[in-house]
Structures are given as structure tokens and as C-alpha cells.
């Protein structure tokens, strides 16, 4: 199925064409029920185009809208707002064509690809690996897995490509270290294990601020390593593969799929970089690439400092070094040039959004960047304590991810013990690896989907309680409401995936028709994420759908479903069931969240 709006659009446009005007047809799911499902408004932009009152603009459209097949005979409201109200029979066409799920990994419920598939390279989580990966990581991780996740699933390829810090003048010092505590690891690299990184990290240090010896070879240390000397490579070497397992394991506790592309691997690309930025200084007279006080700069149109002056973009300091500058244009040119790619989407926070609009203006103006690709920073808010202020540890230290992990997930033990425990339930009793299973699914899902359900470019607090709730817009909620359907199944002597893929779907009650429209906006909802990029847009939808829902098997407020009848209501019913636990199971794990049967 394509979106409704892409289809209800298309047909707006046809009209607009036809009064021999053209414009957007600017088609979107309605506010209100009151005024239908979708409205136009196009025909108020259009009206002064054509210097007309936008009400006949609307009517002439409406005239010429060729819409019945899918829509009541539209209306027209308030300054020209064109309503429209899908027909039942179209519902029912588009659900009854939702094939039935043979495989859960393989099932899109309806969704069709991308028409034009991209090539997207998706830069996220990149942690430090010269430290363990904190607190602060977890939100370039969990939305840059989202989002690959929903352009994997329109159809695009997409390189996830985790960019780690594993070069720069702390490895001196690390390698330094390594070597006089660890002699052993020059010949035997892969006997290297480090169990605490932080602290490991901190006794380095320590002896660098406090041993000019230790200061001294670890200066010597980074010549050495950015010289090519076997030696110290090896060290290097060992120290990332160890760093990276580190990462590794929360990346499959999380069920992040990504590839370790840092640093290190542009080095060689750096000097071409300046290389060909050093040839524009002589061939271009626009004035892009100068050398301002000994460092070789960028001054792209635009950028300004407080003053007013030219704000440069260093990209080759006076020392001769290179710098986050250099690197991120080299991940420019690789991105386009090898990977070939036309979408390059890097998840890192705000902090860094004038890095990025300065880099993607330099790829711009020297030309490496053709137009049709795009360049997107996906910035985000930080994640603070519950308290409100920045998280760290009571010693002002950053805090493990693995220890937030952890916490959450101890939490989320007490509230399916609980629940375990509720005897009006009897279907309720697990064993103690079944908790320990669901514990884990929920903790972890309950820090996905409340970092995944804040609009991104605001701040958050970290808070267990609220996002551990069996109440509201939580992944606790979403998961039950899952498990519920599932169990309705069960209820029901039915195996969902054998009900007639072929059997009617019959819509008669409001809190059907409801659902059934809900329903159908779950393709619609998927490609605004996937354009927009906004993983909040899928959390509020699949939070309605499950309150739809939950009206729809009301008591008082909505329909019998295991014991109504006859039985063609019963099996269209359980099939609007099983349409709904697809959906919610599709899209929490387009969240990366994974479903539980029973909670
Ligand atoms: N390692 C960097 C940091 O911790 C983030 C890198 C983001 N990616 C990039 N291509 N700059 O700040």
C-alpha cells in the first residue's frame, strides 16, 4: 500500500492541473474528526496565485476531484478547506489486501518500499574508545539505530557507520601505559584484556599529569604511532580491538548492528583533503581557502563571528596538524565518493550543529558535494538526570552506560515480579528465567522508547519512574498492550497466522471503523519518519493505535471480539487483532524494542 496522503494527494494534484494551475497539493491526516480524515488546503496559497476568493478555488476542485472511489463526496469548510472522508468499502479494500504474515522478520504488513531507493550512510553512537562508552552515548546510538532501521525497511541501503575516536594524542599516553604495565601484549596482542577501561584510562592520566618521564613517552608514543612503527601499532591495535569488544557487547545488548569506522581510517585521506583544498587555494579567486595566521582556513559565505568578521574553518592547524575539521571532510568525501552515497545523516548532539553546518557549507563550496545529495546533521538534545542538572556520578565522573542499562533493568525485574505475582492472572506465572527475560526486554525497551519518544532537539530527564510506567505514552504500556492482543489470540483458540487471509473484514461499529483507519496510517506515519527523520512521530502513532485499540475492545465502549458473533463479525474482528499486533510489533521493532508475548 502507499501512503493515503501520497494517494489522496496525487489526486488533488490531478485536479489542480486540470483548472490548468499547479501547486501543492498540501494533503495531511485531519485534526479533528468532526471535518473527516484528510484535508487539503491547498486552495488558499492558490487562490491568491490566481487572484480568486479561495472558496471557489476550493469548489472548482472539488469539481474536478475525482476521488469517489476512495472518499465520501468531499466538503468544503471555513476559508476553503477541502474535507475528505474515506468510504468504508475503501477501508475495507485496503485492509482485506494486507496479506497475511508468513514470517515475522519478513512481515511489512501492507507497507510497500520506497519507490526510489537510496544509498544512506547513517554516522552514529561513536563513542571514545580510549574510554568506556557513558551515558552520554546512548541517544547517537538509539536514534541512529531507529532511523536505520525505517530507511532499511523502505528499502534503502544504508551503511551504519560507527565513527570512533581511535586516533589522536590520548593514545600516546594510553599506549605509554599499556607498554610498562602490560609488556607482554607487544607480542601477543590478542591476549589483551582490560576489564575496567575508566580505570585504566584514569591511572594513565594520573601518571601523565604527574611523571615528566611518563609525559615524555607518551609524547614520543603518538610520533611514534603516527609515524607507522610496528611497535607501537601493535599496541594501538590491541587497544582498539579491546576498546571495541567493550562497545560491542552493549551494541548486541541493545541489538545495534554497526561497523567500526573511525578515525584512523581517514588518515590517509586527510592529506588529500588538504591537498586538494591547497590546489583551490591557487585556482580559485573567491577567496574559500586562505592561510590565516599560519593555519590553513576555509571562510565559507555565511559564516560570521560575533563581530562580523569571516569565521574560519581550520583545517590545518599552524603546527601542521589536522584536526575534527579535517577528519569530518574526509568522512564527506569518502561518504560520496566511495560509498557512493546520497544521503549522509550524522547522528551527534547539538553541541556540535555549528561543526556541522561549517563542514557540509566547505563540502558545498569546494564543489565535492553534488546537489542532489544530501547533507543532514541530525542533532539532539542531551539526556540529563532526573534531578534536571547534567548526569554524573556523585564524584562528577561520567556514568557508565552499562551501569544505566543495568539499573533500568533491575527496575524493570520489580515491576514484572509484580505483575508476576498478581493472581486475578493466573496466566501470569513465569518461571524465574522468563523474568529474568522480560526484565531485560522491558528495561531496555522502557530507555528506548523514552529517549526514541522526546522530540529530539529537547533536553530530557532520565527518570525510571515515568518510563517504567504501566500507564501512558511508555514502552511498559506499548509492550502490554502487544502481549494483550496476542493473548486475545489465545483466548480465542486462535493462531493468528491461520486465519483466512481471504475472509471479509466487516466494519459496523464506530470503534471498528476507527481502529480500521488507524490502521492504515501506519504507511503513511513511517514514510514522515523516514523523511523527517523523527522517531517521536512513530512512538505518538503507535501510542494512539494502541489506545484505538484498547476502545475498540472496551467493554461498554467498543465490540465483542472472542465470543461475537456470527462467526464472520468474530474472524473479521480477530482480524483487525491481528492487524494491530503486527503493527505494533513491526513498529516497536522499527524502534529497536522487541516485543514480549506475554507480560
Ligand atoms: N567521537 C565524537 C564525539 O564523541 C563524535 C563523532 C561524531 N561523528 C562525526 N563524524 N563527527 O564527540
Known sequence: MKPLVEQLSRRVRQAILQMGADGDPLVQAAQDPKFGDYQSNCAMGLAKKLGKKPRDVAAAIVERLDIDDMCEPPEIAGPGFINLRLKPAFVIRCLEAIPPCADPQEDRVGVDRASVPETVVIDLSSP????????????????????????????????????????????????????????????????????????????????FDSDEDFKRKSRETVVALQGGDPTTHRLWMAFCVESSRHCHAIYDRLGVRLVDRGESFYTDLMPEVIARLEAMRETRNDGLVRVSE??????????????????????????????????????????????????????????????????????????WVAEHVSLVHLGFGSMLAAT??????????????????????????????????????????????????????????????????????????????????????????????????????RKAGVDFTTLPGDAPI????????????????????????????????????????????????????GVRVIDASPDNVRVSRLRLCDITARVLRLGLHLLGIKTVEQM
Open 506 to 557: 466487516i466494519l459496523e461499529h464506530p470503534a471498528e471503523v476507527d481502529l480500521a483507519k488507524k490502521l492504515l496510517q501506519f504507511a503513511e506515519t513511517l514514510d514522515v519518519v523516514g523523511r523527517e527523520l523523527r522517531p517521536n512521530v512513530l512512538t505518538d502513532y503507535l501510542y494512539e493505535l494502541a489506545k484505538v485499540f484498547s476502545r475498540f475492545y472496551d467493554r461498554k465502549l
Open 388 to 489: 534536571g542538572r547534567p548526569f554524573k556520578t556523585r564524584e562528577g565522573a561520567s556514568v557508565k552506560l552499562k551501569d544505566l542499562l543495568d539499573e533500568a533493568v533491575a527496575r524493570a525485574r520489580n515491576v514484572v515480579e509484580r505483575a508476576a505475582l498478581d493472581q486475578t492472572r493466573p496466566e501470569r506465572s513465569f518461571s524465574e528465567d522468563q523474568i529474568e527475560q522480560i526484565a531485560e526486554r522491558v528495561g531496555l525497551a522502557a530507555v528506548k522508547y523514552f529517549d526514541l519518544s522526546h522530540s529530539m532537539s529537547s533536553d530530557y530527564r532520565f527518570d525510571l519512574d515515568t518510563m517504567l510506567n504501566l500507564e501512558g505514552n511508555t514502552a511498559p504500556y506499548m509492550l502490554y498492550a502487544y502481549a494483550r492482543i496476542r493473548s486475545i489470540g
Open 128 to 207: 571514545n574508545l580510549a574510554k568506556e562508552m557513558h551515558v552520554g552515548h546512548l541517544r547517537s546510538t538509539v536514534i541512529g539505530d531507529c532511523v536505520a532501521r525505517v530507511l532499511e525497511f523502505e528499502g534503502h541501503t544504508v551503511h551504519r557507520e560507527n565513527h570512533v575516536g581511535d586516533w589522536g594524542t590520548q593514545f600516546g599516553m594510553l599506549l605509554a601505559h599499556l607498554r610498562s604495565v602490560k609488556p607482554e601484549v607487544v607480542d601477543q596482542p590478542d591476549s589483551l584484556v582490560i576489564s575496567d577501561l575508566e580505570s585504566f584510562y584514569i591511572e594513565a592520566k594520573g601518571r
Open 294 to 367: 599560519g593555519a590553513l582556513c576555509l571562510f565559507m559565505e555565511g559564516f560570521k563571528t560575533r563581530q562580523g568578521e569571516p569565521l574560519p574553518l581550520i583545517v590545518r592547524k599552524s603546527d601542521g596538524g589536522y584536526n575534527y575539521a579535517t577528519s569530518d571532510l574526509a568522512t564527506i568525501i569518502h561518504r560520496v565518493e566511495q560509498l557512493k552515497a546520497t544521503r549522509i545523516i550524522y547522528v551527534v548532539g547539538l553541541a556540535q550543529k555549528q561543526h556541522f553546518d561549517m563542514i557540509f557549507a566547505a563540502a558545498r563550496q569546494a564543489g
